[in-house]
């Protein structure tokens, strides 16, 4: 069974739904530990650093993003850590899966930018192309 789930969030409706089904899933299971990585796109960080401004304010921003999905896993007593990075969110989601041993990777169908996904397409069609582990997107 699944030992290591990374559940990937951007604080979304969709990924909020994705945190929904992990807790399912790791209910069911016993002895499993759950990553919350927050991936936050390269092209959009500087305009966060713009409009925020630097240092702590960002930082506060992009935990709050998730707060939401962390409550989710806390209310259930779901052991879980968090991570944040910056880079293509794709890409770095399966990089971070290859690289810590990932056994599964849930994620929403979709994140906060509608328009880039339907000009760039969808995180998740990227990260189910090319994961070496199972990939469960949640509607």
């Given at each position: 069974?699944?030992?290591?789930?990374?559940?990937?969030?951007?604080?979304?409706?969709?990924?909020?739904?994705?945190?929904?089904?992990?807790?399912?899933?790791?209910?069911?299971?016993?002895?499993?530990?759950?990553?919350?990585?927050?991936?936050?796109?390269?092209?959009?960080?500087?305009?966060?650093?713009?409009?925020?401004?630097?240092?702590?304010?960002?930082?506060?921003?992009?935990?709050?993003?998730?707060?939401?999905?962390?409550?989710?896993?806390?209310?259930?007593?779901?052991?879980y850590s968090t991570q944040i990075m910056?880079?293509?969110?794709?890409?770095?989601?399966?990089?971070?899966?290859?690289?810590?041993?990932?056994?599964?990777?849930?994620?929403?169908?979709?994140?906060?930018?509608?328009?880039?996904?339907?000009?760039?397409?969808?995180?998740?069609?990227?990260?189910?192309?090319?994961?070496?582990?199972?990939?469960?997107?949640?509607?």
């Amino acid at each position: 069974m699944f030992k290591r789930i990374l559940l990937a969030s951007d604080g979304s409706e969709h990924a909020l739904r994705a945190a929904e089904k992990t807790t399912y899933l790791t209910t069911q299971t016993y002895d499993v530990e759950v990553v919350i990585l927050y991936v936050v796109d390269s092209s959009k960080s500087k305009s966060d650093v713009l409009s925020i401004g630097e240092g702590e304010a960002v930082k506060e921003e992009r935990r709050r993003r998730i707060s939401s999905t962390e409550g989710i896993l806390q209310k259930k007593g779901i052991n879980y850590s968090t991570q944040i990075m910056k880079g293509e969110p794709g890409p770095s989601i399966v990089e971070f899966a290859k690289k810590n041993g990932i056994d599964l990777i849930i994620i929403g169908s979709r994140g906060l930018n509608s328009f880039q996904e339907m000009v760039l397409g969808s995180v998740s069609h990227k990260v189910a192309k090319r994961a070496a582990c199972p990939v469960m997107i949640v509607k």
